[in-house]
């Protein structure tokens, strides 16, 4: 897993691999949010090691929650995918899987005949 970062105004995701099947590191997680002003709500889901916080944007930054869990040792910007980059890894992904579904398909179509068939498409 690697780590990950998706805002909005007022609302930040981030995922990270040191946060994944950890539930004493997320319990550390919230109690150091908690300690900023203007942190709304604070929901972690250990299964996918993933922070989504809301927050007021008049008292915190999004920077400052960042920065926050970069010193905790919890993110990594260095490391970090934005949805952009995400979305075209995924499609990227997608496209192997389908360029080999389709050369499978006609694989299979050629070898329906004979070996000779087969030859024939080659040459």
Not at 55 to 63: I, L, R, T
Request: glycine content about 8%.
């Amino acid at each position: 897993m690697n780590y990950y970062l998706h805002s909005v105004a007022g609302r930040l995701r981030i995922k990270s691999p040191k946060i994944k099947n950890r539930k004493s590191e997320a319990d550390n997680i919230r109690k150091a949010l908690s300690t900023i002003n203007g942190i709304g709500t604070v929901e972690i889901n250990t299964v996918t090691g993933s922070v989504l916080v809301n927050y007021n944007q008049k008292f915190v930054s999004q920077n400052d929650i960042i920065d926050l869990m970069e010193v905790k040792g919890y993110f990594d910007r260095a490391k970090a995918a934005n949805n952009d980059e995400y979305i075209k890894k995924a499609a990227s992904g997608f496209g192997d899987i389908m360029g080999k579904a389709v050369l499978g398909a006609f694989v299979e179509k050629a070898l329906e005949g004979s070996a000779l068939s087969f030859l024939a498409i080659l040459i």
